[in-house]
């Protein structure tokens, strides 16, 4: 699955994508330095604890960020250059790209039947159909979805958050006809089994139109049903760019690391009952007046001293691990071999990595999860 | 829900039954709104007296035709003749009741229309740009304008566009329009800060949001989206200001510095009755109290009423059942075919 994009068949193409907030003298960066890629039919996940600026990172790919906010860098969907021009961003809205949110109660307008607002999206990507046409289409969207068409006269506060959830994703989905979709913590809201459903729903949809998809969540299970490869976020930088495999095998990143031992986990809680389960220590940082160094330096376990205080590290390769390589070495033959990190896929943004690089040598040790 | 739809025959319809169908759809949402005001005793007031003011208002003149003529003994009690009775020159009471009723009425409505209109216009622009040169000064402005008492602001504001004479295009305006205006005006910072406060809250919800990148146009957003979110207080506030409007008008020309004798309001008529009231004339004095209290009574009401009507949630509560067809089972608005627990299993790993 994991393909370098050429550059004329990226979808989205962000480089050096920053978000600033408040005064310019000292401003809030929300976002720093960001560059992302997404390939036609490829999933991209973002993953990151609150207040890292995953969401702001998504809002601002399609200009949603606030008029106080400060974007720099470049925004590109289909070789079409979007960050500073404010009516091509809004002509790729809805249509080829579009957004799930977190939280579908309130992304519906409450004055409007559900039926109504769809149809409104529907006469607005696809202007050719008439009336009837429009209301069957709307139907047919719901139904794709597992609503009733009948419902199509409730209002949404007669729905259930799950279902508000399907009818947003067959706003972002279906209406349209996106090659992109953003989906920003869609399950979030819901409960464990409706997630199930939901994320379900999400990878047959994406199976049967083959579109792109950028997921930002900090649930790491989500990632690994629907997505390709992750970026892993912490105070508005990538620290990590992994595969899968490679951030449920072999997380490269101290803070990758420290997120999986954070997540609960059904065996692990029960052996470790009564016990308090981990957790990192600390807080993000002040993103208006951030660490000089590592901005992970102050909660790392794995802190080398002075460097990682003084200086900002690169994002940069990482070698492969002896644990990646070994982990599915008995996985049968030709089976893994596509989802395995190869080198350069896997890159980290910490010293302990650019030391291990500069000395050419073999990768960290003591690093599985 | 929609009888057009469900009256008419399956197939091609017959010419007339179209045309009632089409009729029946027209008038649908009239009946409904109807059912759903007369369904709580607060309601039933408000319309019986709304309909009573606009009989007077409307049926009035064929009734008691002219206010000014003096056709009868001054000063006589109400009667079958004149119902009302008549004032000190022999005017017929009830004739210059339903006159002074259509330019009070009158007034009152169209200052509260304009006011409404062009005060949300200018409380969303506001709240749009908020935090903006025009947003600021939109506010103070509203400061200004509010901090005058409007007993104080509707007189002076009426006096200085009556000295300098107002005219649209070849129509000098009269004083009852001047009279609008001016309290059109007084009302207007009330929509002002309402539209912005509502349209502030509204525009950070996710919904506006939602509708912008899923691709909405700027017109669509704010007249489309915006404006039917705040519209059920502005349109409460605007049936409140209806009644105020009807109390400034009738205590400014009660003071004798709004609509000018011969012109009959309620206000003037109850500057006639004050002289009178000492010589056991208690008719004149009655009749347009009781009208302005009615008045305010029915708009109090009704906009009581409204507030409930235009929340969607309501709606259910009034109809008494819900408004699906037939009940749906939960199970089948899920995908079939597959447990959720699989699915679970992955998730926690």
Redesign the interface.
């Known amino acids: 699955m994991i393909q370098a994009p050429t550059k004329t068949t990226d979808l989205l193409a962000v480089t050096g994508l920053g978000v600033a907030y408040g005064d310019p003298a000292a401003p809030v960066r929300a976002v720093v330095d960001v560059d992302l890629t997404v390939g036609r039919g490829e999933s991209v996940g973002i993953v990151g604890e609150s207040g890292s600026g995953k969401s702001t990172l998504l809002r601002a790919l399609l200009g949603l960020h606030g008029s106080g906010a400060a974007v720099s860098g470049g925004i590109a969907v289909d070789g079409v250059q979007l960050a500073h021009d404010p009516a091509a961003m809004r002509r790729v809205r809805g249509g080829t790209v579009s957004m799930v949110f977190q939280d579908p109660v309130n992304a519906f307008n409450p004055a409007y039947t559900l039926g109504s607002q769809l149809g409104r999206l529907v006469a607005l990507h696809r202007p050719e159909l008439g009336r009837e046409q429009r209301r069957a289409h709307v139907a047919a969207m719901l139904d794709r979805v597992g609503i009733p068409a009948h419902r199509t006269r409730s209002h949404p506060f007669e729905f259930s958050q799950g279902q508000l959830q399907r009818c947003m994703i067959a706003a972002a989905f279906l209406a349209g006809r996106p090659a992109l979709v953003l989906a920003d913590e869609p399950t979030t809201s819901l409960d464990v089994t409706v997630e199930a459903q939901i994320v379900e729903l999400i990878r047959d949809l994406r199976a049967e139109l083959g579109m792109s998809m950028v997921l930002v969540t900090h649930n790491l299970g989500l990632v690994a049903d629907l997505c390709d490869r992750v970026h892993v976020m912490y105070a508005g930088r990538f620290v990590e760019h992994t595969t899968i495999r490679g951030l449920f095998d072999s997380p490269a990143h101290p803070y990758t690391r420290a997120l999986l031992k954070s997540a609960p986990d059904l065996d692990r809680v029960r052996e470790s009952r009564g016990s308090r389960l981990p957790t990192m220590r600390g807080g993000v940082p002040d993103l208006a007046a951030p660490p000089p160094g590592c901005p992970f330096a102050p909660r790392c376990d794995e802190h080398l001293g002075e460097v990682c205080d003084r200086d900002l590290p690169e994002l940069l390769p990482v070698p492969l691990m002896p644990a990646a390589r070994t982990a599915h070495g008995t996985a049968p033959a030709g089976q893994a071999s596509d989802t395995l990190p190869r080198p350069g896929d896997v890159r980290a943004r910490c010293h302990r990595h650019a030391a291990s690089a500069l000395s050419g040598g073999t990768a960290v040790e003591g690093v599985k999860a | 829900?929609i009888p057009a739809q469900s009256s008419l025959p399956s197939g091609p319809a017959a010419g007339p039954e179209r045309v009632l169908g089409r009729l029946r759809a027209a008038a649908a949402p009239v009946g409904r709104a109807a059912r759903l005001m007369t369904r709580r005793p607060a309601g039933i007031c408000a319309t019986v007296l709304v309909v009573l003011l606009a009989a007077v208002v409307l049926v009035g003149p064929w009734l008691a035709p002219d206010p000014n003529a003096q056709t009868a003994a001054p000063l006589t009690a109400p009667s079958g003749d004149h119902w009302m009775g008549t004032d000190n020159t022999g005017r017929d009471v009830l004739a210059r009741f339903v006159a002074g009723a259509r330019i009070s009425l009158l007034v009152a409505l169209v200052c509260t229309a304009a006011a409404t209109v062009v005060g949300t216009l200018i409380g969303m622009a506001a709240a749009l740009r908020a935090g903006g040169r025009f947003d600021i000064l939109t506010m103070r402005l509203t400061d200004v304008v509010m901090a005058f008492p409007l007993l104080v602001l509707v007189p002076v504001l009426s006096g200085v566009f009556t000295q300098k004479g107002i005219a649209v295009g070849p129509v000098e305006l009269d004083n009852v329009a001047i009279m609008a205006i001016a309290i059109g005006i007084a009302l207007t910072p009330v929509f002002v800060r309402l539209a912005r406060a509502s349209a502030l809250a509204e525009v950070r919800?996710?919904?506006m949001?939602?509708?912008?990148?899923?691709?909405?146009?700027r017109r669509?957003l704010v007249f489309?989206?915006l404006l039917?979110?705040i519209?059920t207080p502005i349109v409460v506030q605007a049936a409140f200001s209806v009644a105020v409007a009807i109390i400034v008008e009738a205590s400014v020309s009660f003071l004798g510095l709004g609509i000018q004798p011969p012109d009959a309001s309620w206000g003037t008529l109850l500057t006639d009755a004050r002289s009178q009231l000492l010589l056991g004339a208690w008719w004149l004095i009655l009749f347009p109290t009781l009208g302005i209290a009615a008045a305010v009574l029915a708009l109090t009401l009704l906009g009581d009423e409204l507030r409930d009507l235009l929340d969607?949630?309501m709606r259910?509560t009034f109809h008494g059942k819900p408004?699906?067809?037939?009940p749906?089972p939960e199970a089948?608005?899920?995908?079939a075919g597959?447990s959720?627990d699989g699915?679970?299993e992955?998730?926690?790993?």
């Open positions: 829900m919800k996710d919904y949001t939602a509708a912008r990148c899923l691709g909405a146009r669509d489309g989206n039917p979110n519209a969607p949630r259910r408004r699906r067809r037939a749906q089948a608005t899920e995908p597959r959720a699915e679970l992955e998730e926690i790993r």
